[in-house]
């Protein structure tokens, strides 16, 4: 989990160095040294625990910085999302900060795909609001990180970290 929380600390700083909107910029950053400070403590607290063995109250802590870790991520990609929408630099020539690139422009294009699919679905009521029996909801980055694409399939979840690895060769 800690190593995982790295990997969205290393997307999200590589996001906000590309952003082109400035606000959203700073919101990536803020999101992602939180992101960062939680995960440095779910790993202090794995490595206590692991000394201390078993209790209670450990166990619980444990639980409580993973949920932690877990809605920071979550907070991550959904200030990715916005920089995305609102534009991102040209990447330079680092196959990480290509990847990262490529990635959110293939969430990019499914989302407007989907925004297409709906403006010729007339799922909208005669005053032009969205009906919500059937709307299906729009892709977003952390719905893109659960499907595992073809070109990770390959790729051990949890491979031992080595130079040459990229941000994107880990499943978040």
Do not use: Y
């Not at 959904?78 to 990635?103: H, I, M, N, T, Y």
């Not at 799922?123 to 919500?132: A, N, P, S, V, W």
Request: hydrophobic share 35%; charged share 25%.
């Amino acid at each position: 989990m800690v190593a995982d929380g790295q990997v969205v600390v290393k997307f999200g700083n590589i996001l906000a160095k590309h952003c082109l909107d400035q606000r959203c910029s700073r919101e990536l950053l803020r999101a992602v040294e939180h992101t960062q400070s939680i995960s440095c403590q779910l790993g202090i607290v794995a490595r206590v625990k692991a000394v201390t063995g078993e209790s209670k109250a450990s166990s619980e802590l444990l639980l409580n910085n993973v949920q932690n870790l877990v809605r920071a991520v979550q907070h991550v990609l959904r200030a990715a999302e916005v920089a995305c929408v609102k534009g991102l630099g040209q990447p330079s020539a680092d196959p990480e900060e290509e990847e990262v690139a490529a990635f959110c422009q293939q969430w990019r294009k499914n989302l407007t795909q989907h925004r297409a699919k709906e403006a010729l679905n007339s799922d909208r009521d005669e005053l032009g609001l969205r009906k919500t029996r059937e709307a299906k909801a729009e892709p977003t980055l952390m719905s893109l990180v659960q499907e595992q694409p073809s070109w990770s399939r390959n790729i051990p979840k949890h491979p031992s970290p080595r130079k040459g690895h990229t941000v994107m060769d880990r499943h978040l």
